[in-house]
């Protein structure tokens, strides 16, 4: 500790303080305007300079160090004098007007021009060219005119989420803020994340969507969840009224840190749509017609009744939804396991993560990510596999770019070099299938060379030697012949894997959708294990799940086989406690359908019933034509949703619900952490939050459900009834998210999971896995493979993104793509039109030639119907948790005549 | 369109050149600033698809190499005149009349300075100290050395690059 | 590589050599070739030295290569230096007035007075 | 036909004749036959050559040497001498062709008189692409003390007892430098030379590196071993092509010798260099910027602390000096310390090289003992003002510095007493200005400068120069304001107090040194619309003198716009309608009578 003194003011202060945090520590205020607490500085605009006893010059705050005994003058005559030449200078320059501008109110220059008095700059440097305004991009306007050159926005998009587009150009007062080489942001390689324009301090960046809707200080913010994928960020709504005008990234809130993607920060405006549903529909001779809501949930009702009292409970399924708030997931699994005495409860994790939880659970007792997201940034690293991260979980993959840069090794494994690729150390072009065959070969080079971690693995993990048996199958020989990666190449990255400790491993659905996912998982989970990076600080096994809540789904029982926190229903005790809990008997004990039993059932009419709730199956399920013709076979279909899909074409009653934004609740992002999900407006007509539908139906069952809120629902019943949440109440969740475990009031929850090598289930369990092909693999006929995926613009089925102004601009249609060598050699142009067909269909798609893709496949997404992967996709599904193969069947491709 | 596309494009014969200078030097560190001295060496200038080059193959972002090629006046984004007149700006120069020739010089090519006559001839610079002091003013052309000059010099030693065709120079 | 031993050896030798104070029969002529002789004219003159004692035949000169001496406003300098060290500079050189001075002090040893320094001040 | 490599020609007229010409005739061919070289030499007797008191006479070609009062005994030396061995007979030669050397070497002149030189020691005098050269005049000498007799903090000390102070602008002593960067612990150090030299009109560093490119690499080797680097970078403006080119054939030949590599004379010790182009940026000369720019990124300044001897060159320990300051290093080393401190002043050691220009007879490089005054600058070593005029101010330290007045010209030259008068020493530009020179336009010279090269970076310097050089303008287009002073005064004071690095704190000094000694200058732009020094067009009026007039007519012939009128056949005097005149001064300069005055 040392003393400074500051406006004659004794401060205590650290030897390595800068002077703006001790003045900022002891309430003293310095402006600033380029300063970005905690990362790094410019120290460019120097206006926050003061006077330092005994120094030539004045020192800037944010720059300079306390020294004990140090003299600090905040706001003498020079320092003022300098402040004020420099707002006139940077006031003369461009063009300010804060009548018109959207940053008005919160605007830093405009907070400094005001503490120093000064109304307009008293000369116009006339000798500089005026800047203009870059109005090509379709989410951002810069407008350099008010640009200050702060260098925030190159700090944020190369330092913060490192895209890389932003930079400085020319020199002097020529310098400018560029896009790529000098070309406007519209056509510039920006993914219009918008982390720029969330770190201007002034006007000359401004969010397209949010221009001329709200002055700063009519808006209300409103901390909530994001509703895209699994990495769960915490957003601001600046909410006015009832609408959502601007969002941004909470600062200093995990996981997200402040950043966010382009789905993220635009990607809101679908609440607001036209086309939301505002009343139940009930289907007469194939058309609906509005309905209220008890004739809908008595039809609904006495259908289900008789449907079990005729075929029993066996005859009735569920889809939850893995978009929709925990509270939500919950009751739909009440409503089967309580009201309707089903089993059959399942949620889309069947076709991602499924194999994860499975996998996960069997190796170290937790179907669960380890470790945390914030870790990526500092591990020494990062071996990620099948993930194509900076398009589906954008802003964990910033978290790997900086732990790159930050210094740590990063080793990708894919088939497509995908972006994350251009950042890594190593690459590994991997065969599409073939990861256990690569996995077995490092842990091969680990074990022969005894690189591996022989302490941790003796103390902590169990069937070493079967598993070493197994892999000395692998050697590098036969392992490369198998993945196509080089001997070379898997020697080497299994020497940077020992050598750079603690390592984190990340993956994504690459390694689950596959006919061996859960091995896939499991041989994930091995290699962690003998490498020691198993309970420890950045470390771990980090599946990135794929929706918002699929985590939650899975946590709130939304799964055949437990009740909400794992609480398996074979078990007599979990069955008897939650009978007990929910005051009903008879809980069904055995285990559910997954949901492709469930279709195959629907067209076998042993399942009579089923009820989706707010998922696009027509479109997400593989083999779409299949899909549909179980959906018509079945007797009766009901749906919760926002909007009319694909899906719910076939259903007998839409039932309409709150969106995201129109509940309160919790989602659980990828890292287990639970976070609270705030409502801004009331849901649109007489949509109703889904938990009072399934409570109503409940009703109707004769049972009496007392919450009345998600508050009620979560702290009368899940977290009471699950002990891996008991100690997370609403309370402590609104003051910030919660990692569970989370078992009594005190526990702040839990960042890693088995820490110091004390697993869930005792010893990690080693598995010896053998490397199995794909299901469908390429032939004469259908000679290319098919992988799928998802693109930055757009999530799942559109049901959202499409309808948010600007993202169906930014990916206005499906391609399909295909290697440049491909292309040449059956004569096909990027963007020529296509055909794409399998044993199960055909597709018509824009081809895209891509010099990331490897010759002999083809890659498409889901995002639009026409043309949507699904029709061609297999049913094909991981021996353990039935995961479709969506990363892997046989294609051909035509050219059009 | 993706980023990520792009069509199969005729590679000029100077791409590879550029990607030989870039896999000479990757691996030293700093290397950006000598292999676009070495490129611009090449084409006279750093065109756009040198810069894409360059990046690619040295894995680093555009935004970085134009940043850094804008930033240094000696790294030029434009083709250069056949005959480039720089003149020397040092204050020795100044001193001893330089402002005038520069005047002279604008007026007689009719372009500024930074600029290239629109046949391609002349392109006109200002530069830092030559370290030809002792002849000062001077100017250079094509690194040729004119000294003791007087405005009254410029037409002729304009007209005499034209007459040459340049090939004395 | 060099020991010190061997570095010692080629200081006395060259010395010797630069240094002209011994029996040495070469004449050096030492043309400033900096920046500020080349653009005022050192590489012409550099080459007319070459040439003209090529064409008189004159084989005991050494043409040297030196740095700036600082007068840039006489550049190019000469320095001549004879056997026995003797140094006579040139300013203001020209291929014209090289002609001269090797014919004049080459190969009669007399200074071509109206070139050197003291005349040109 | 036979060809013969040499003629002889002896004089056969009757002056040489009478003075034994026969004589010489037949022992020249007789030593030709002994010698073997009658086949080679063909002896031709000619007629008189017309010098018959010097005769006889004997004329060598190709060559074309004459000999004068050829005895008969003289014969065997020159067949000996000149026609075997190629060397003159010089005592036989014309009798006034005697030497005088002192008034005809240059470095006798007045010019080198009050010069020492140190850094310059070997410029000009040996050839710089021939280590062994180099070597003769104890090159390498001084590392080999080093390496061998001395540990590096005795290396250092000797260093800080020379009192020898950064040559490229701050005057930071140079052996506390290396010391900071000695004490750092770090497996990585680096040694860096700054050759960006940018000051408009300085290029001391380049003639070092053209002239003794040895010497750097031979101090920079010595840093390296006193710090414990392994590696060095050389810093060279590319538009040195000269310097680089020589600079690598120097390192390439201390390569070979072992002066550079892995172990350098067999002592175990390794360091090598490596050679970086800038790329036009003075920022770049700037310590933190330059380290910016040799990683490769945008030659923008650092933040201090941490200095660089902290945290370098990728944030490794690193020192900095520019090629004069290692240009010195050699020496002092082999001279000692008290050598190099009995040089200069009490702070100021040693000698500092100026590149001296501008309005002065001798232009070029002078290296001269700290304490020098500057009229032994102008008027001893530079020969003084051309043109016989009157000496107004010498700017020195380029952008960054001030001028020193006519009032201070008997200031002896050091780092305190030129900082005291408002300029700085700078990198050794100094610029001499005569009457003729305007002082608000020099200022806005300067500030263009500094506009053009601000990194732009900072606010204060990227921004608040262009202001000034905005009312800099102003003020020279006669549109000034007397406020514009003030606004001056107050954007000067604060930019150099608020800028990022050097090059922004002392961007103002020429205008704030100007203001200071011509603020006459400025008042008379600003209030009587007069450039005094008849400069800044702008604010001049041409007229006619009616009596000077000769009414020739060519003033009037050469006006672009017809300004001027008058009739050369009546002999009218001319006269220019100031309404029209464009100032352009064609007339001015084509009057033969000096009849038009400014």
Partial sequence: ?897 | MNANARGCMEKDERTHLVTDIVAKHKNSKGALIPILHEVQELYGYLPVEAQETIAKEMNVPISEVFGVISFYSFFSLNPKGKHKISICMGTACYVKGSGPILDKLKETLAIGVGETTEDGEFTLEDCRCLGACGLAPVLTINGKVFGRLTKDDIPEIIEGCKTEGGSVL | MKTIAELEAIREKTLKEVGMRTDNDSIRVVVGMATCGIAAGARPVMQAFLTETQKRDIHNVTVTATGCIGVCSLEPIVDIIDKEGHKVTYVNMTPEKVAKVVLEHLANGKVCSEYTLKENQ | MQLFRSHVLVCGGTGCTSSNSEAIMTELNEKLVKNQLDAEVKVVQTGCFGLCEEGPIMVIYPEGTMYCRVDVKDVPEIVEEHLLKGRLVTRLLEASSQVQEDEQDIEKSSFFKKQLRVALRNCGRINPEEIDEYIAFDGYKALTKALTEMSPGEVIQTIKDSGLRGRGGGGFPTGTKWDFAAQQINDEKYVCCNADEGDPGAFMDRSVLEGDPHSVIEAMTIAGYAIGATHGFVYVRAEYPIAVHRLQIAIDQAREYGLLGDNILDTGFKFDLEIRLGAGAFVCGEETALMTSIEGKRGEPRVRPPFPAVKGLWQKPTILNNVETFANIPVILLKGADWFASMGTERSKGTKVFAVGGKINNTGLVEIPMGTTLREVVYEIGGGIPGGKQFKAAQTGGPSGGCIPASHIDTPIDYESLIELGAMMGSGGLIVMDEDTCMVDIAKFFLEFTVDESCGKCTPCRLGTRRMKDILEKITKGKGVMSDIDELETLARDIKASSLCALGQTAPNPVLSTLHYFRDEYEAHIRDKKCPAGSCKALLAYEIIEENCKSCGLCAKNCPVNAISGNKKEKIPFVIDPTVCVKCGVCFEKCPFEAIKK
């Fill in chain 1, 1 to 897: 500790m040392i003393t400074v003194t500051i406006n004659n003011k004794l401060c205590q202060a650290e030897a390595d303080q800068t002077i703006l945090q001790v003045a900022t520590d002891n309430g003293i205020h310095i402006p600033t305007l380029c300063h970005m607490d905690g990362i790094h500085d410019s120290f460019s605009c120097r206006i926050c300079v003061v006077e330092v006893v005994g120094a030539r010059t004045l020192i800037p705050a944010c720059a300079g160090k306390v020294a004990d005994g140090m003299v600090v003058n905040t706001a003498t005559e020079s320092v003022l004098s300098a402040r004020r030449n420099i707002v006139n200078l940077l006031l003369s320059n461009g063009e300010h007007n804060c009548l018109s501008c959207e940053k008005s109110g919160e605007c830093s220059l405009q907070s400094i021009a005001y503490e120093l008095g000064i109304e307009a700059p008293p000369f116009i440097m006339e000798s500089i060219e005026k800047p203009t305004v870059d109005d090509s991009s379709v989410m951002i306007v810069r407008d350099n005119r008010k640009c200050i050159l702060c260098r925030r926005c190159v700090t944020a998009c190369n330092d913060i989420v490192c895209n890389d587009v932003l930079s400085l150009g020319f020199r002097g007062s020529d310098t400018t803020v560029i896009c790529d080489n000098n070309i406007d942001m519209g056509s510039s390689s920006c993914v219009q994340c918008g982390q720029c324009v969330q770190a201007c301090p002034v006007g000359a960046l401004t969010d397209k969507k949010s221009i001329g809707k709200a002055r700063s200080w009519e808006v209300k913010k409103v901390r909530t969840t994001c509703p895209y994928c699994g990495v769960g960020c915490q957003l601001n709504l600046h909410v006015k009224g009832d609408k959502i005008v601007k969002v941004t990234g909470v600062e200093d809130a995990y996981p997200n840190k402040g950043r966010l993607c382009v789905k993220g920060r635009y990607g809101y405006d679908f609440i607001y749509s036209p086309e939301r549903l505002t009343t139940p529909l009930i289907k007469e001779n194939g058309k609906f017609r509005e309905a209220s809501w008890d004739e809908a949930l008595d039809l609904v009702a006495n259908k289900f009744k008789e449907i079990i009292a005729a075929d029993g409970p066996d005859a009735v399924g569920g889809i939850s939804c893995a978009r929709s708030i925990n509270e939500d997931s919950y009751q739909m699994q009440k409503l089967f396991r309580a009201a309707f005495k089903s089993p059959n409860i399942d949620h889309c994790a069947r076709v991602c993560h499924a194999p994860t939880v499975a996998g996960l659970i069997k190796s170290f007792g937790t179907g669960g990510m380890t470790n945390s997201i914030e870790e990526f940034a500092d591990t020494n690293c990062l071996f990620v596999i099948g993930s194509n991260m900076t398009e589906a979980h954008p802003v964990a993959s910033t978290f790997v770019k900086n732990g790159q840069r930050n210094g740590a090794k990063l080793i990708v494994v894919d088939p497509r070099k995908a972006k994350l690729a251009d950042y890594a150390d190593e690459f590994a072009q991997i065969k599409v299938g073939s990861d256990v065959a690569f996995l077995n070969g490092l842990m091969n080079v680990l074990i022969t060379e005894d690189l591996y971690d022989k302490d941790f693995v003796r103390d902590h993990c169990d069937n070493f030697d079967a598993l070493k048996e197994k892999v000395l199958e692998y050697p590098p020989k036969r392992a490369s012949e198998i993945s196509g990666v080089s001997e070379e190449q898997i020697i080497s990255i299994a020497h940077m894997l020992a050598d750079n400790k603690p390592g984190m491993a990340i993956y994504t659905l690459g390694i689950t959708e596959h006919t061996c996912g859960t091995n896939n998982v499991m041989s994930v989970a091995n290699l962690q294990m003998l490498l020691g990076n198993v309970g420890k600080p950045n470390t771990g096994v980090n599946p990135l799940r794929g929706q918002n809540n699929v985590q939650g789904a899975c946590d709130m029982g939304a799964l055949p086989n437990t009740y909400h926190g794992y609480q398996s229903v074979t078990d007599p005790a979990a069955k008897a406690k939650f009978e007990q809990a929910w005051n009903v008997e008879g809980l069904p004990d055995k285990l559910g359908l997954m949901i492709p039993d469930m279709f195959e059932k629907l067209e076998t009419k042993e399942m009579k019933a089923i009820y989706i709730f707010g998922e696009n199956v027509v479109g997400t399920e593989p083999d779409i034509s299949h899909v549909i013709k179980c959906l018509e076979a079945a007797e009766f279909v009901v749906c919760n949703d926002i909007f009319q899909t694909e899906t719910t074409q076939y259903a007998d009653v839409v039932l309409p619900a709150a969106a995201w934004s129109e509940d309160e609740g919790t989602f659980t992002n990828c890292e287990r952490r639970i976070s609270r999900v705030r409502k801004v407006k009331e849901a649109p007509g007489i949509a109703k939050p889904n938990w009072w539908i399934f409570r109503e139906i409940a009703k109707r069952f004769g049972q009496t459900w007392e919450a009345d809120s998600g508050q009620e629902l979560w702290d009368n019943e899940i977290a009471p009834l699950a002990p891996v949440f008991a100690g997370a109440t609403f309370d402590k969740l609104d003051q910030g998210g919660i990692q569970w475990p989370c078992k009594t009031p005190e526990d702040p929850g839990t960042q890693i999971l088995h820490l110091d090598g004390n697993f869930t289930h005792g010893k990690g369990h080693l598995m010896a896995l053998d490397w199995t092909p794909p299901a469908e693999v390429p032939d004469a006929d259908y000679p290319f493979t098919l992988s799928t995926g998802r693109r930055l613009y757009h999530y799942h089925t559109r049901t959202q993104t499409g309808r948010c102004e600007g993202l169906n601009e930014l990916l206005p249609e499906e391609y399909a793509d295909i290697s440049e060598v491909d292309a040449a050699r059956l004569g096909i142009e990027h963007g020529e039109m296509i055909v794409v067909k399998s044993r199960r269909g055909t597709v018509k798609v824009k081809a895209q030639v891509s010099e990331r893709i490897p010759e002999g496949l083809v890659w498409m997404a889901m995002h639009y119907f026409e043309n949507n992967a699904n029709w061609l996709t297999t049913r094909s599904g991981d021996t353990i948790t039935k995961t479709p193969e969506y990363k892997a069947c046989a294609v051909a491709i035509e050219k059009i005549q």
